[in-house]
């Protein structure tokens, strides 16, 4: 996929509260989805602050959120992200947050057999809880974990990249992997082009265009340095 244009200018906002404008001129609600332990949580941390969490500082919750503005062709894009536990038991937690999506990543562990054949099942979730009209933008994230050895850190693949194309083409849906630790700026790709998909849908699919207007009028400080907030996966 080519890189996404424009995205990247740091946008300026006020402090002020109760002013008239709203705080963004879009808004487009991302949710992760995936099996316990393929790197959700440090995925969200990593696009929200620009830097992977420490080790063992990332939070087992039941589902965390943050957000981000970025700015597409001169117009402010607010992200908000929701991050839902991998674990069975929180599953029926899930469910609400898959409503009024308009992207999901649905990750696994590219060193996890397991957690790609699960990517059939959380693909079954998504198209049962989004209306087939709504436009919903949906991804294939694997997650190349890092393991020391007495050389070198590499990469451990277990997931056929094959079997991967192979299966977001049945989507039609598109593959990308990242590498929080060792690249942060993969990312920033993933979600770049997650909002030119949505951003370009909406201009197609007058459903979509009606949802990722701003439903806030109060204008408030959302930049945190130049990265995202987030509530539950850390304390930033
Ligand atoms: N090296 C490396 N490790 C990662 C990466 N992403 C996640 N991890 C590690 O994988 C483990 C699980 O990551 P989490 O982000 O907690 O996974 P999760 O999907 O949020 O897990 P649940 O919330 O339990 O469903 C942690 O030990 C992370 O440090 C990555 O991109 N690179
Ligand atoms: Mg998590």
Not at 44 to 58: D, E, F, S
Not at 90 to 109: E, F, I, K, N, P
Not at 195 to 209: D, G, I, P
């Amino acid at each position: 996929m080519s890189a996404t244009p424009v995205l990247g200018s740091r946008p300026r906002f006020s402090t002020r509260s109760g002013g008239e404008r709203p705080d963004c001129d879009y808004l487009i609600k991302t949710i992760l989805l995936g099996d316990l332990d393929v790197g959700k949580t440090t995925f969200m941390h990593t696009y929200l602050h620009g830097r992977c969490p420490a080790a063992g500082a990332v939070p087992k919750l039941g589902a965390a959120n943050g957000h981000k503005t970025v700015v597409y062709h001169g117009k402010r894009v607010k992200l908000t992200m929701w991050d839902t536990a991998g674990q069975e038991r929180y599953r029926s937690l899930t469910a609400s947050y898959y409503r009024g999506a308009h992207a999901c990543l649905v990750m696994y562990d590219v060193s996890s057999k397991e957690s790609f054949d699960s990517v059939t099942s959380w693909m079954e979730s998504v198209q049962d809880y989004n209306d087939a009209n709504s436009g919903t933008v949906t991804m294939l994230v694997g997650v190349r974990k890092t393991r020391e050895s007495s050389q070198r850190a590499h990469h451990v693949t277990e997931v056929d990249q094959q079997r991967a194309v192979n299966l977001s083409s049945h989507y039609q849906i598109p593959h990308f992997t990242v590498d929080c630790l060792n690249d942060p700026s993969s990312v920033d790709f993933v979600m770049n082009t997650m909002v030119t998909m949505v951003m370009t849908k909406a201009m197609e699919n007058s459903n979509l265009s009606q949802t990722i207007r701003p439903y806030s009028t109060k204008l408030e400080m959302i930049s945190h340095k130049g990265q995202g907030r987030c509530s539950g996966c850390c304390n930033l």
